[in-house]
């Protein structure tokens, strides 16, 4: 059945999801500031469902060092950082010049080099412990603040590590392509696998790999790859809808979720972790499913997971 009803395809562009370690840093040259336009709750991970550390007052002035999905990554003027929805967030032009420096980094990839290193909400063992990483962790760090990293981690929790604690992943030469494909398959599989337990464990039905959805969902991967952006409307292709439609794909409801992560496990594992994208990952909506992976120099890997239900 083609998408003729409105309605459904309102209901369809609700189901759209993104998930991402950092969509954007700001630069150290030109910070943004805002300040909290009511009580708003404070947190160390990007999901409403997180647990809060505490509320800051109305007026509470912030620096604004990158974003997660609907959060901004924000540094206090005690230096604490952490997470605070967007929409209880005014632009100012006043600068935390109580706050000590940021140095913007980026998005580096890198790993915990040491065992049991602490996670912390700000940059001195003064701060406290989020939790504690095991050596070899994937990170992505963003900034630096007197000499700790600002660290993301695959759950989208945001923290800062003592620099000596982390290794940068260094640049590899171009791999030797022969086994590429039979790789690429197995990393779909994993991403099949990882999804249909979680449906199990909910009590919904397994989704199967459709007929031309997973060379659709892989020529977005690739697009994301070579044109550089992230997002749910390629440059390309358009809209996931409009790409199903061109390709002559019939439903009654779809959606799409896209990752940035150089762990295949742990970007479904962060999809899990989200209520919009687990949504999506454990619909009865859905009995389809199309898996696009593409290597990536930004963020490891870029993951596109579309569905579809008949």
Same mark, same amino acid.
Request: net charge neutral; no cysteine.
């Given at each position: 059945m083609k998408k003729t009803n409105?309605?459904?395809? #309102?209901?369809?562009?609700?189901?759209?999801?993104?998930?991402?370690?950092?969509?954007a840093a700001t630069t150290a040259s030109n910070p943004t500031y805002g300040v909290t336009s009511s009580n708003v709750n404070f947190r160390s991970m990007a999901t409403t469902s997180s647990t809060v550390i505490r509320q800051l007052?109305?007026? $509470?002035? %912030?620096? %604004? !060092?990158?974003? #997660?999905?609907?959060?901004?990554?924000?540094? %206090?003027?005690?230096?604490?950082?952490? %997470?605070?929805?967007k929409d209880y967030i005014k632009s100012s032009s006043e600068a935390l010049t109580e706050a000590l420096s940021y140095t913007n980094l980026g998005k580096k990839q890198a790993k915990i080099n040491t065992q049991n290193v602490n996670f912390r909400r700000g940059p001195s063992t003064s701060f406290q412990s989020i939790t504690k990483l095991a050596q070899g962790t994937s990170v992505t760090v963003i900034g630096e603040i007197n000499?700790?990293? +600002? *660290? !993301?981690?695959?759950?989208? $929790?945001?923290?800062m590590v003592y620099k000596p604690y982390i290794t940068f992943n260094t640049s590899t030469s171009t791999p030797n392509t022969?086994?590429? $494909?039979?790789?690429?398959?197995?990393?779909?599989? +994993?991403?099949?696998?990882?999804?249909?337990e979680a449906r199990s464990k909910a009590g919904v039905?397994? +989704?199967k790999l459709g007929a031309t959805?997973?060379?659709?969902?892989?020529l977005k991967a690739d697009d994301m790859v070579k044109n550089n952006y992230f997002s749910h409307t390629s440059p390309t292709y358009g809209t996931p809808f409009k790409m199903m439609?061109?390709?002559?794909?019939?439903?009654?409801?779809?959606?799409?979720?896209?990752?940035?992560?150089?762990?295949?496990?742990? *970007?479904?594992e962060a999809w899990l972790a989200s209520?919009?994208?687990?949504?999506?990952? +454990?619909?009865? =909506?859905?009995? /389809?499913?199309? #898996?696009?992976? =593409?290597?990536?120099?930004? /963020?490891?890997? !870029?993951?596109?997971?579309?569905? !579809?239900?008949?």
């Open positions: 409105f309605k459904i395809i #309102i209901m369809l562009s609700f189901f759209i999801t993104i998930s991402t370690f950092i969509f007052s109305k007026g $509470t002035k %912030l620096k %604004l !060092v990158g974003n #997660i999905d609907n959060f901004y990554i924000v540094q %206090l003027t005690t230096n604490e950082v952490g %997470l605070v929805y000499g700790w990293y +600002l *660290a !993301v981690t695959s759950n989208n $929790t945001v923290g022969s086994n590429q $494909t039979t790789t690429t398959d197995s990393n779909i599989q +994993l991403v099949l696998n990882l999804i249909n039905s397994p +989704l959805l997973p060379k659709i969902a892989q439609s061109d390709y002559g794909i019939d439903y009654k409801a779809a959606g799409e979720n896209i990752a940035g992560n150089p762990d295949i496990k742990a *970007a479904v209520d919009t994208h687990k949504q999506n990952l +454990l619909s009865q =909506a859905y009995n /389809y499913i199309g #898996i696009g992976i =593409a290597k990536s120099d930004t /963020y490891g890997y !870029v993951i596109v997971a579309m569905f !579809v239900g008949e």
